[in-house]
């Protein structure tokens, strides 16, 4: 599961890893979390930089409460889930910038947090699906995301069962591509190899979703 993760660098470092635009304006987070709006980059609009709510809410949902429970999706079973396989098919697919996650390791009592980041890329995107609902009551429109998991590599395995979908260059350019058949789209949902990850400990404010501040992502007992 990939239920919190950070954007933390600043507007120039975004603008030099993706040749896009920026639609609104842009703050370094330290602590994404569901509901929160988070950068991302939508296969029809691969020239703008977009701010979408975390966590999905399909367009027949009753009500937002849904996100919540969709923040990530199986790439495994994308084709067999009613909420995700239009949105696969629709070419509803994005790039979900990031520049680390965070998991969680359990002693006793104590939830310990881990940050993952890449040796080689300062800003990636985890594969994701969005999806746009109207209020029924403001006629507002609510854009939101998911974003896709699969089996984990060694290094994510000590800590969970699932991680998010981290897309090389190459694939991300595929995975906004319409006219690739969707099947084919599921062979890029494999593990980020564990050579060119790193993890470490942070301060367990992280814990708490109110906390989001650069000194989050410092190694624990650093700051």
Not at 160 to 178: A, C, F, Q, T, Y
Request: proline content about 7%; aromatic content about 10%.
């Amino acid at each position: 599961m990939c239920a919190r993760y950070t954007l933390s660098k600043e507007e120039k470092k975004l603008l030099q890893a993706y040749e896009a635009k920026l639609i609104a304006p842009f703050e370094p987070s330290f602590n994404i979390a569901p509901t929160q709006t988070a950068a991302l980059i939508t296969a029809d609009e691969p020239e703008w930089i977009q701010q979408f709510h975390f966590g999905l809410v399909p367009f027949w949902a009753k009500d937002k409460k849904v996100g919540v429970s969709m923040l990530n999706a199986r790439s495994e079973t994308l084709l067999e889930k009613p909420a995700f396989k239009p949105l696969l098919l629709q070419n509803k697919r994005c790039l979900v910038l990031a520049d680390g996650f965070y998991e969680w390791k359990t002693e006793g009592k104590e939830k310990l947090p881990y940050r993952f980041i890449l040796k080689t890329r300062e800003v990636f995107a985890f594969a994701g699906l969005w999806s746009q609902w109207i209020d029924p009551v403001t006629k507002d429109p609510y854009r939101s995301f998911t974003i896709l998991t699969t089996s984990p590599n060694d290094d994510v395995a000590e800590l969970h069962n699932r991680m998010p979908v981290i897309l090389s260059k190459e694939e991300e350019k595929v995975w906004l591509d319409g006219s690739v058949n969707p099947n084919d789209l599921l062979s890029l949902c494999d593990s980020y190899p564990a050579d060119d990850m790193e993890k470490y400990r942070v301060s367990k404010e992280v814990n708490k979703v109110v906390n989001n501040h650069c000194n989050l992502i410092l190694p624990a007992n650093s700051e």
